[in-house]
C-alpha cells in the first residue's frame, strides 16, 4: 500500500543524446510555447542499486538514491510504455540509510533474496529550460545533462561521460512531445541508450538480458518456441503488476489476475510440449495465487455492481441503510482478500513460485513433441480446448434452473476462458483464424462472467438483506434488487445461444483440423 512519505507520478519523457558543440535548439517556437525560461545549472549525484544480475535494469527499473536538485530523494521509475514510466518518489534518510521499505516492498518480485548494492554512479551537470505557455503555466521541461558515470563490474569499473537532452511532458500534450522531438533532432540529437543507466552499464547489461533469457529462440517456428516466447510475455506482466498490487492501484488486481490466468492456461494447453513435475507445479501454485486475487477481485466487482444498481433505483424505492450496508460489505471483504494477497505476495512460497517460473521460461523442459512446427502442432492443442469447452457448454445447457445449471455455467466459463487464450498463444503461428477465434471465445466467456456476477451478487444480496432484517432494517429493496440480477441472469441465458451458434460456427474452427 502507498504510504504518506511517497509521492507518486507518470513521467513522459524522451532523451535523446547530442554531441558538446551542438546549441541548443530554439525552444519558444514550439507549439503552444511562448516563454521559455531557463533554471541555474544545478550538479545531480545518484547512485543506482541493482542485484549482481541486474534483474531491475533488465526489466527496465531504475532505483536509485539521488542528491543535489529539486527531487532529491530516493526515485524507483517502473515502465508504462516506451516513453512512459511511474516515478515513486520518497523523501532521504541518513546518507547510510537502507532502501525505504515502500520501495523494497515494490521491487520485491524481482529482487527476492538477492542482495542489493551499488551497480553505477551518475553524475550530472543539468540545465532546465522551463516551457510555459500564455498563462504561465509549465507545459513541459527541457534538460541538457553533461553525464559522467562509473560502473563497478567484474573486477573493472566501467567509466563513461555523454551529453544528452531530455524533454519531459508536465502540462502540454504529446503533440508537443513529438514537436520538441522533430526539433532536437533537426538540431543534430540522436538516439541513444533507452536510460542514463543503460548506458553506464553497457556491454554488462546486454549480457544479463542474455542471460536472464531474452535472447531468441533456437528454432521461433517450433511448438516449443511459440510456447516459450507467450510464457516469458505472461510472466512479465505478473512481475508488472505485482508492484501495483502491492500498491493497490486501480485495476491491479484485475490485470495481475488476468496474467496468473492466462499463463495457467498456457501450461494446460501446452502440458504435452514439456516434460516432468516443474510446468505442473508452477500451475498449481499459479492457481493458489489467482484465487486469492479472484477473491479480492469479486468484492470489487461486487462493490461497483451495488453503486450501479442502486444509481438507478428511484428514490423512494430505496428503503434502510442499503447503499451503507452493501457498500461496507463489500469494502470489507476487499480489504480482507486483498490483505490476504498481500501477505502471500510477500511469502517465501509466492517468491519460490516465481523462481520456478523463471527457470521454466529460461529453460522449458520441452519434450520431443515441442520440436514440431508451430503451424500445424499447435492448432490440435486449441482443438482439445475447443472439445472441452463444447462439452460444458453442452452440459449447462441440458441443466434444469437452479444452483447446478449455475455452477455448470460457470465451468463452461472456465472452459471459455481457456479456449480464448489458447487462441491467443497461438496467434503468433496460426494468424487471423486464431485471433478471430480467439475473440468469439472472449465474447462467451464475457457473457458468462456477467452471469457469475450475477449470481455472486444475488449471494450477497440474500446475506446482507438477512442481517439488515435482523437489525430490524427494512428488507424490501434488497429483494427488489435480487430480483432484478435474476431477471438480468435470465436476459443473459436467452442470448447464449444465439452466441454459441456464432461461436461454434464450423468456419470458425477450420483452422484446428
Known amino acids: 500500500m502507498a504510504t504518506h512519505r511517497e509521492t507518486t507520478h507518470r513521467e513522459i519523457e524522451i532523451k535523446r543524446e547530442v554531441s558538446a558543440e551542438v546549441a541548443m535548439p530554439e525552444l519558444s517556437g514550439l507549439p503552444g510555447v511562448t516563454a521559455v525560461e531557463t533554471l541555474e545549472a544545478v550538479a545531480l549525484e545518484a547512485v543506482y542499486l541493482d542485484t549482481p544480475d541486474l534483474r531491475l535494469a533488465t526489466a527496465g527499473l531504475t532505483l536509485r538514491r539521488r542528491t543535489g536538485g529539486p527531487d532529491a530523494g530516493w526515485h524507483l521509475k517502473l515502465p508504462v510504455a516506451a516513453d512512459e514510466r511511474t516515478e515513486i518518489q520518497v523523501p532521504l534518510g541518513p546518507d547510510d540509510e537502507p532502501v525505504p521499505r515502500e520501495l523494497a516492498a515494490a521491487v520485491r518480485a524481482r529482487v527476492r533474496a538477492a542482495p542489493l548494492a551499488e551497480v553505477a554512479v551518475l553524475r550530472t551537470r543539468r540545465t532546465v529550460h522551463l ?29 563513461d561521460a555523454w551529453r544528452e537532452w531530455e524533454v519531459e511532458l508536465a502540462g502540454g500534450d504529446r503533440a508537443l512531445l513529438a514537436a ?39 528454432d521461433p517456428r517450433s511448438a516449443g518456441a511459440v510456447l516459450t516466447a507467450y510464457l516469458r510475455g505472461r510472466r512479465d506482466e505478473l512481475l508488472a503488476q505485482d508492484p501495483r498490487v502491492r500498491r493497490d492501484e486501480p485495476d491491479s488486481v484485475h490485470q495481475m489476475r488476468v496474467a496468473t490466468r492466462r499463463l495457467r492456461s498456457a501450461l494446460a494447453t501446452g502440458r504435452t510440449l514439456l516434460a516432468g513435475e516443474p510446468a505442473a507445479q508452477v500451475r498449481a501454485e499459479l492457481s493458489w495465487v489467482a484465487g486469492l486475487l479472484g477473491a479480492a477481485r469479486d468484492a470489487e466487482v461486487g462493490r461497483a455492481r451495488f453503486a450501479e444498481l442502486l444509481a438507478q433505483e428511484p428514490a423512494e424505492l430505496v428503503l434502510g441503510p442499503v447503499a451503507e450496508r452493501l457498500d461496507a460489505d463489500r469494502a470489507d471483504a476487499y480489504a480482507g482478500a486483498l490483505g490476504a494477497v498481500h501477505a502471500a505476495l510477500d511469502s517465501d512460497r509466492y517468491l519460490g513460485l516465481l523462481d520456478a517460473l523463471d527457470a521454466l521460461v529460461a529453460e522449458p523442459p520441452l519434450t520431443k513433441a515441442a520440436r514440431a512446427r508451430a503451424s500445424t502442432a499447435l492448432p490440435r492443442l486449441v482443438r482439445r480446448d475447443w472439445n472441452r469447452l463444447a462439452r460444458a457448454f453442452r452440459a449447462a445447457s441440458l441443466a434444469g434452473p437452479g444452483p447446478d445449471r449455475e455452477h455448470l455455467l460457470h465451468e463452461a466459463r472456465k472452459a471459455a476462458k481457456r479456449a480464448r487464450h489458447a487462441g491467443e498463444l497461438v496467434a503468433p503461428s496460426a494468424g487471423k483464424p486464431a485471433l478471430r477465434f480467439a475473440r468469439a471465445t472472449k465474447k462467451l466467456a464475457d457473457l458468462l462472467g456477467l452471469h457469475h456476477d450475477s449470481v455472486e451478487v444475488r449471494s450477497v444480496l440474500r446475506r446482507v438483506g438477512e442481517q439488515a432484517d435482523l437489525a430490524g432494517e427494512p428488507t424490501f429493496t434488497y429483494g427488489r434488487l435480487h430480483a432484478l440480477e435474476q431477471a438480468r441472469a435470465e436476459g443473459i441465458e436467452e442470448r447464449l445461444p444465439a452466441l454459441w451458434d456464432t461461436v461454434s460456427a464450423r468456419r470458425r474452427r477450420r483452422w484446428l483440423g
Open 180 to 218: 520538441a522531438l522533430t526539433l532536437v533532432e533537426a538540431a543534430g540529437a540522436t538516439a541513444g541508450s533507452p536510460s542514463k543507466l543503460a548506458r553506464a552499464l553497457g556491454p554488462r547489461l546486454v549480457a544479463a538480458r542474455r542471460d536472464a533469457g531474452y535472447a531468441a529462440p533456437t
Open 131 to 159: 516551457l510555459r505557455d500564455a498563462d504561465g503555466r509549465v507545459l513541459a521541461e527541457v534538460a541538457d545533462d553533461v553525464v559522467t558515470s562509473r560502473a563497478p563490474g567484474d573486477g573493472e569499473v566501467r567509466l
